[in-house]
């Protein structure tokens, strides 16, 4: 525990304007951010008596090991710093909004010559408009089954559309009228967009205007004796009214409008959004965050704007946005909301009418997800809290192990040896962590020179950051000198900046020797080493002739089960991925000013990589765009490079001629038919 005074500025450095300031920790790293209208007032608070401070703000400052600030022009400046710092450094001090599921929304890809209406998630795309998010993904294709009745967009992927134009026959949708079929040329590009186009006024909430106008041609139709036409926009129209009743009219003004409601205690709070379009609630999310700052409502309001429209720009940011409590200061984040829509934006508290019980609405859900996240979440820290007590006392440590480290080893039958390193702080993924290695020491298959390659690289890291930032001024190991990128100035957090309390490995009592071994030689004495054998699931320790045994049931055995467990599926996932990369290697790769497209009319021209080899510096010459000079490199390589196995179909074990179709990668070399993916036995 380090004392604020210790790093605290001298008087006068602090400059007495607008700015963004850092917390870092010992190691450097970034733990809290903050933006203060005036930064030697601010920063002055955080250096009181600490009995005088908040808990958490105690236990920031005293986590804490320096203090860094930047000074901006104004208040907004400073606003979106901050948000970018936040976003950057994942500081573990600040508010941050857990998105209980990536909430899906319905696309139309404007961007492509033939707009698709899909479901999408994630990061949102350039020249793609969004509708949402929605609750349920089945939620957004009951409104879009009903819809292309009205409106037949296109709704196929890719590969669909494209195997339909080269067969000119549509898909199932095309046959029954829920697609207007532009992959067999039934509409022009610029028809099937003018109806894409219409979906999406539709959506926007333009709906009263496009249903009187079918409304008038059903009329029409009728009058000219068209019943066939005039019951089918009968029909049509009463698609798109059950459509819309799916989200009622809760602003009778067709307000654009965003609502946001914030339920909260002393240690969480719970965010809810409704984004309410034409008058009509569009989609919904919610938000939870630890309070582990002291923080005001306000404070948590203006957190809640950062993390939804700092990515957002133009009609993404609505008019009007409602709020429970404005931030302190409310001008900068108004100015910054008005920044992001390029016209102005109104932030303020709803007092009476329909916002009001809008709100009401948006509130009772808020309370609601609060309620339920602290259901959940009460067993799911009990137990995890008592697995992590079981493995400190199994393992006899001194303390519950918060950060632990797990490695296990992947190749196939000796080749494409690699490792993985997994990491749980508090007994969840913290993926952003995780680590692969590829194994350079030696050849072949040996899992236990392996693990102790890898733990001595990661710890040798490990030390040499250490030595970057005046920790530790030992002198290191000759091989453990810090390798070329890492980077330190800029406050990123470092590939391997923190140590875990335990170490733990996939395998018995070599691969934990080994492990031990790694540690005792670069110095290491902090950390404690285990293994969890697969057979019996036994924990092994160092220098132990016997495995600890955990309960099958036990919360602890379970925690490193799963720990394990992700370490085994990181593992495969890249062993395979390297594997894969090797099978579709070639020897033209390495011919110099080759490319892809002389590579392909090579094997055209011959068939098989076979053939090319046996061919004569004349014969390469025939084919077009490959010279003399071109055809000699390229018969050397192939001499130089040693015939590739020959493919083996797995289920009958009959060796199949190179030159059978199928059997090529993309590079020219045989694939291996059935490529033992699923051996695990083999996947160590």
């Given at each position: 525990?380090?004392?604020?005074?210790?790093?605290?500025?001298?008087?006068?450095?602090?400059?007495?304007?607008?700015?963004?300031?850092?917390?870092?920790?010992?190691?450097?790293?970034?733990?809290?951010?903050?933006?203060?209208?005036?930064?030697?007032?601010?920063?002055?608070?955080?250096?009181?008596?600490?009995?005088?401070?908040?808990?958490?703000?105690?236990?920031?400052?005293?986590?804490?090991?320096?203090?860094?600030?930047?000074?901006?022009?104004?208040?907004?400046?400073?606003?979106?710093?901050?948000?970018?710092?936040?976003?950057?450094?994942?500081?573990?001090?600040?508010?941050?909004?857990?998105?209980?599921?990536?909430?899906?929304?319905?696309?139309?890809?404007?961007?492509?010559?033939?707009?698709?209406?899909?479901?999408?998630?994630?990061?949102?795309?350039?020249?793609?408009?969004?509708?949402?998010?929605?609750?349920?993904?089945?939620?957004?294709?009951d409104t879009v089954d009903l819809l292309l009745r009205v409106f037949p967009v296109r709704t196929c992927s890719a590969g669909v559309f494209k195997n339909a134009a080269r067969t000119g026959r549509p898909c199932l949708l095309g046959y029954i009228g829920k697609c207007s079929a532009p992959c067999v040329d039934r509409v022009s590009a610029d028809e099937h967009r003018d109806l894409a186009e219409d979906f999406c006024d539709f959506m926007a909430g333009r709906t009263g205007t496009y249903i009187r106008r079918l409304e008038q041609q059903m009329k029409d139709a009728a009058e000219e004796m068209e019943y066939e036409r005039a019951a089918r926009l009968r029909d049509d129209i009463g698609a798109l009214k059950k459509a819309m009743e799916k989200s009622a009219v809760v602003l009778a003004d067709a307000t654009d409008a965003d609502l946001i409601a914030v339920a909260e205690d002393e240690l969480e709070a719970a965010v809810q959004i409704f984004h309410v379009r034409g008058g009509r609630v569009r989609g919904q999310r919610g938000w939870v965050t630890d309070k582990v700052e002291e923080i005001t409502t306000g404070a948590l309001v203006e957190h809640a704007l950062q993390q939804l429209y700092g990515e957002e720009k133009g009609d993404s940011v609505p008019k009007e946005v409602l709020v429970p409590a404005l931030p302190d200061p409310v001008e900068p984040v108004q100015e910054w909301l008005t920044e992001r829509r390029g016209s102005g934006v109104s932030l303020r508290i709803p007092q009476r009418g329909d916002k009001k019980a809008l709100m009401e609405t948006v509130q009772r859900n808020a309370l609601q997800a609060l309620g339920l996240h602290k259901t959940k979440r009460a067993s799911d820290l009990t137990t995890r809290s008592r697995a992590l007590e079981e493995i400190a006392e199994a393992l006899d440590l001194d303390s519950a192990p918060l950060r632990i480290e797990c490695y296990d080893i992947s190749h196939l039958q000796g080749d494409?040896?690699?490792?993985?390193?997994?990491?749980?702080?508090?007994?969840?993924?913290?993926?952003?962590?995780?680590?692969?290695?590829?194994?350079?020491?030696?050849?072949?298959?040996?899992?236990?020179?392996?693990?102790?390659?890898?733990?001595?690289?990661?710890?040798?890291?490990?030390?040499?950051?250490?030595?970057?930032?005046?920790?530790?001024?030992?002198?290191?190991?000759?091989?453990?000198?810090?390798?070329?990128?890492?980077?330190?100035?800029?406050?990123?957090?470092?590939?391997?900046?923190?140590?875990?309390?335990?170490?733990?490995?996939?395998?018995?009592?070599?691969?934990?020797?080994?492990?031990?071994?790694?540690?005792?030689?670069?110095?290491?004495?902090?950390?404690?080493?285990?293994?969890?054998?697969?057979?019996?699931?036994?924990?092994?320790?160092?220098?132990?002739?016997?495995?600890?045994?955990?309960?099958?049931?036990?919360?602890?055995?379970?925690?490193?089960?799963?720990?394990?467990?992700?370490?085994?599926?990181?593992?495969?996932?890249?062993?395979?991925?390297?594997?894969?990369?090797?099978?579709?290697?070639?020897?033209?790769?390495?011919?110099?000013?080759?490319?892809?497209?002389?590579?392909?009319?090579?094997?055209?021209?011959?068939?098989?990589?076979?053939?090319?080899?046996?061919?004569?510096?004349?014969?390469?010459?025939?084919?077009?765009?490959?010279?003399?000079?071109?055809?000699?490199?390229?018969?050397?390589?192939?001499a130089q490079a040693a015939p590739a196995a020959p493919a083996v179909n797995t289920a009958t074990g009959e060796i199949m001629d190179e030159e059978e179709p199928g059997t090529m990668g993309s590079g020219g070399e045989p694939v291996t038919a059935g490529a033992p993916d699923e051996r695990r036995g083999q996947e160590t």
């Open positions: 525990m380090a004392d604020p005074s210790s790093y605290r500025p001298k008087p006068g450095e602090i400059p007495d304007s607008p700015g963004v300031y850092r917390f870092r920790d010992e190691h450097r790293r970034v733990i809290y951010v903050g933006k203060a209208k005036s930064l030697r007032q601010r920063l002055a608070n955080y250096f009181q008596d600490l009995a005088s401070l908040h808990p958490r703000t105690r236990t920031m400052v005293t986590t804490a090991a320096s203090v860094e600030w930047t000074v901006v022009s104004t208040e907004v400046e400073a606003l979106q710093l901050e948000y970018s710092w936040i976003k950057e450094f994942d500081p573990r001090f600040n508010v941050k909004y857990r998105d209980d599921k990536s909430y899906p929304y319905l696309a139309v890809t404007m961007n492509e010559e033939f707009p698709r209406v899909q479901v999408m998630r994630g990061q949102k795309r350039k020249g793609v408009r969004y509708f949402g998010p929605y609750g349920h993904a089945w939620a957004i294709r494409d040896v690699v490792a993985s390193m997994v990491v749980f702080e508090d007994g969840l993924q913290r993926k952003s962590e995780y680590r692969r290695f590829q194994i350079k020491g030696f050849a072949g298959q040996d899992d236990v020179r392996s693990m102790h390659e890898v733990i001595s690289r990661r710890f040798r890291r490990y030390l040499a950051e250490k030595e970057k930032t005046g920790e530790w001024v030992d002198d290191l190991p000759e091989e453990g000198a810090p390798e070329n990128g890492l980077k330190d100035d800029d406050g990123r957090p470092k590939k391997f900046a923190y140590p875990p309390q335990l170490v733990v490995v996939d395998g018995g009592q070599p691969q934990v020797a080994a492990a031990k071994k790694a540690l005792d030689e670069l110095g290491i004495d902090d950390i404690a080493v285990c293994g969890l054998a697969k057979r019996l699931e036994e924990v092994w320790l160092p220098g132990e002739d016997d495995p600890v045994v955990l309960p099958r049931t036990s919360e602890g055995l379970y925690l490193l089960q799963r720990v394990r467990d992700e370490a085994h599926r990181f593992a495969i996932t890249y062993q395979r991925t390297k594997r894969a990369q090797r099978f579709r290697s070639s020897p033209l790769d390495d011919v110099p000013g080759l490319g892809d497209t002389r590579k392909q009319a090579l094997l055209k021209h011959f068939g098989s990589l076979k053939k090319l080899r046996s061919a004569t510096i004349d014969q390469i010459c025939e084919v077009p765009g490959i010279g003399r000079k071109t055809a000699e490199t390229i018969a050397v390589a192939l």
